[in-house]
């Protein structure tokens, strides 16, 4: 495994703080399918993100495709840049929490 592939890898995990069955269980809520960009009635794309992220907790490092890598740069660039935009106060019950959880990171977590 090159280097780059190990930094992805490691960035994703580091970016992503939410556990499989948390993650799960939070994409069932209504205020996860709540939040985020849809094209027309569909599914929003963090929504579906989630989804995705989940398959990649459960899959091992080394059965990683090079579009699972792809889409976990996405998530650590997603992660990255909505965390610089947090909101001023009680972060709890916000969109902006709700959003960041559909990608897997919790920054209530962050906090503790």
């Keep these: 495994m090159s280097e780059d592939v190990k930094s ?3 960035e994703f995990h580091s970016s992503v703080n939410m556990a499989p069955k948390e993650l799960e269980s939070w994409l069932k809520t209504e205020e ?3 939040v985020g960009q849809r094209k027309e009635d569909d599914e929003s794309i963090g929504h579906k993100s989630g989804k995705r992220i989940v398959e990649l907790l459960h899959k091992k ?3 990683y ?3 699972d890598l792809s889409h976990m740069k996405k998530v650590v660039s997603y992660v990255h840049r909505h965390s610089a935009q947090q909101p001023e106060g009680d972060i709890e019950h916000t969109r902006w929490r709700y959003s960041l959880m559909n990608w897997g990171h ?5 906090k503790n």
């Design 32 to 34: 996860s399918q709540s």
């Design 106 to 110: 919790d920054p209530l977590k962050d």
């Design 65 to 67: 495709t090079d579009d």
């Design 61 to 63: 490092k080394d059965d």
């Design 8 to 10: 992805v890898i490691d």
